[in-house]
């Protein structure tokens, strides 16, 4: 699978010749021959945002309903982002050019496609395609009869993003102070690595033996980082939560326990 990230606009043979997948790019919501082919549902990465990092490569799974009264064949999918089918920025393709469909019912069908995202080819010098992108679908049935649709759904494609909680001191008489550090980072596709995520609400909470609570929400700092002052009384565990954003995942920090005897 590869991405091409494109300063002008990117049509049907311009992509046949620079990217790899299908012969042509995204065309509006078709059937034919026959008209009896319909896609009913699509499923991508489980339902949940297609989250990457820095370094490591994603792997997720697409899987195509279809219907046809002569059974389906083949169903093919991928991800496209920009302003216009005719003014594409990025597209996504499977690992193959054909799904892996297995029937579920007379004339029905689920087809499974396959992605891997690396990051450091896929998504190199591209932060600005995190957000949300198009869904290009089709299908083909054993008469070939197909239908096929440019946008039939939107699917969200997120910087990964990374916290750390540092308590000092780990140990303390109670009611003695500690400073709970928040270190926010996120995926720079950019640059290949990860950066410090500034700006960002952050939400410290604790837990003494219950479910969690929430303490206090700031802001970090342009380095990524954000203290509260606490004054525990007996032993107590915290960590910091993060909500993301439309183009940034959430997360939460590994816990950090401070002693109290």
């Known amino acids: 699978m590869r991405i091409r990230a494109a300063a002008t606009a990117l049509t049907g043979a311009l992509a046949l010749t ?103 080819l896929d998504l190199q010098g591209s ?11 089709e299908a083909t049935a054993r008469d070939d009869g197909y239908a096929s649709d440019d946008r039939y759904r939107t699917v969200r494609l997120k910087r990964a993003a990374r916290l750390a909680t540092d308590a000092a001191p780990e140990a303390v008489r109670p009611g003695k102070p500690v400073k709970v550090t928040a270190d926010l980072r996120r995926a720079d596709w950019n640059k290949g690595r990860d950066a410090a995520y500034g700006g960002q609400r952050v939400t410290l909470q604790r837990k003494d033996g219950g479910s969690w609570t929430s303490v206090k929400s700031l802001r970090t700092g342009a380095g990524g980082e954000a203290t509260v002052t606490v004054r525990p009384t007996r032993t107590t565990t915290y960590r910091y939560t993060y909500g993301g954003t439309s183009t940034t995942a959430p997360t939460t920090s590994a816990p950090t326990t401070v002693a109290v005897p």
């Open 18 to 120: 620079t990217l790899t997948g299908p012969a042509s790019g995204p065309v509006a919501a078709a059937q034919g021959p026959g008209a009896s082919t319909r896609i009913t549902g699509v499923d991508v990465n489980g339902g949940k945002d297609i989250v990457v990092g820095s370094t490591a490569k994603k792997h997720f799974t697409m899987s195509v309903r279809a219907e046809d009264s002569a059974g389906i064949r083949d169903a093919y999918a991928w991800l496209w982002r920009g302003n216009s089918a005719e003014h594409i920025d990025g597209m996504l393709y499977p690992d193959t050019n054909e799904g892996s469909c297995a029937d579920t019912a007379p004339g029905a069908a689920v087809c499974t496609l396959r992605f891997t995202v690396d990051p450091t």
């Open 127 to 137: 932060n600005h395609l995190a957000g949300e992108w198009q869904l290009y679908v």
